[in-house]
């Protein structure tokens, strides 16, 4: 009985599969998500709003900046990613430590829920599972994100406290592997910036740059046409977009703002081969690599094209499983 039912329910789903409308054009745009609001704001902010009332009361916000570790002018190597760290300590509404206060205050976890992080290319703020129930805290989660995007305080006393705390955090993540990787993507970015930034940065800097590298790294790259804010969450999306536009509006659009550049990695025609030991490495590691130029135009077909990829990576990652699963492996780990 289950068999035929299994039978008809796929019958099923295949008839209503062929009677919908599908026509694939190459070139058109991937179309956003009907249930998602999207705008810009004149100042250059984007946003994105979702509605979802699962769970229940909850909603995430997140500030995306188009700004990483690669931006850094070479006396700022690391300060990116102290830029995040100084967002947790002091803004123009919220003294010191106040945001992770108020936050762990309505039952937020600092770590699982409030946190950042930074990369080559952007730095992602979020608050997840803000409690919606209080209108008072959806206006104050909104109002960490307007200030982590322009209010940062950058006070001497808060910066100098939060360079142990890096420096410890650049001490504790030079394992075997870390310093493995480096000296690979020297090789694999041979030519490019990308080959100069780790993220975590340079410790000389870390430790001694001056306060204004750290404010002018900030005044340069946070503005309003370099950021998103996105809001999911069980809550009105038309008075959520009246809310972010009223509240994002007020920073003025930049005048000559600096020219955010893009860094690509150069093309070779040889093949480009890194070997390198650790006495700490706990096990053997090859990588293949392949360079492809970036997409262009990030189309239908551009989509299409990642489909298959991740098809294929999935069957490809199943059956370097099943080899693990043999008596005597030729390797425990594939993908």
Avoid at 250 to 264: D, G
Avoid at 318 to 333: G, H, K, N, V, Y
């Amino acid at each position: 009985m289950m068999k035929k039912y299994l039978i008809l329910l796929l019958v099923f789903v295949a008839t209503s599969l062929s009677a919908q409308e599908f026509s694939y054009i190459p070139d058109a745009d991937v179309p956003l998500d009907p249930e998602v609001t999207y705008g810009k704001l004149d100042n250059g902010l984007t946003y994105y709003i979702l509605e979802n009332d699962m769970p229940e009361n909850r909603a995430e916000f997140y500030l995306v900046v188009n700004v990483g570790a690669i931006l850094e002018d070479d006396s700022q190597n690391g300060l990116a990613h102290f830029c995040e760290h100084m967002c947790f300590n002091g803004t123009e509404n919220f003294e010191k430590h106040d945001i992770i206060n108020y936050l762990q205050s309505i039952g937020m976890k600092f770590g699982p829920e409030i946190n950042a992080f930074t990369s080559h290319d952007n730095t992602t703020y979020m608050l997840q599972k803000v409690p919606t129930d209080d209108p008072a805290n959806v206006d104050t989660a909104l109002m960490v994100l307007y200030d982590w995007a322009y209010n940062v305080s950058f006070e001497d006393e808060e910066i100098d406290n939060e360079r142990g705390v890096i420096h410890e955090e650049w001490r504790t993540g030079r394992g075997a592997m870390f310093r493995l990787m480096k000296e690979a993507q020297k090789v694999m970015y041979k030519g490019s910036k990308y080959a100069k930034r780790d993220v975590i940065g340079d410790i000389e800097i870390i430790d001694n740059a001056p306060y204004s590298e750290l404010r002018r790294f900030y005044a340069d790259w946070y503005r309003p046409d370099l950021q998103a804010v996105i809001a999911v969450g069980d809550f009105d999306a038309s008075e959520m977009e009246e809310h972010i536009t009223r509240l994002f509006s007020q920073s003025p659009k930049r005048e000559n703002p600096r020219l955010r550049e893009e860094f690509p990695v150069p093309d070779h025609q040889e093949t480009y081969v890194s070997i390198n030991t650790d006495p700490e490495a706990q096990y053997n590691l090859i990588q293949i690599l392949w360079k492809h130029d970036p997409a262009t135009d990030k189309n239908m077909e551009y989509y299409r094209g990642q489909v298959i990829q991740n098809l294929y990576s999935t069957m490809l990652n199943a059956r370097l499983s099943e080899l693990t699963l043999q008596e005597d492996p030729p390797f425990i780990f594939g993908i």
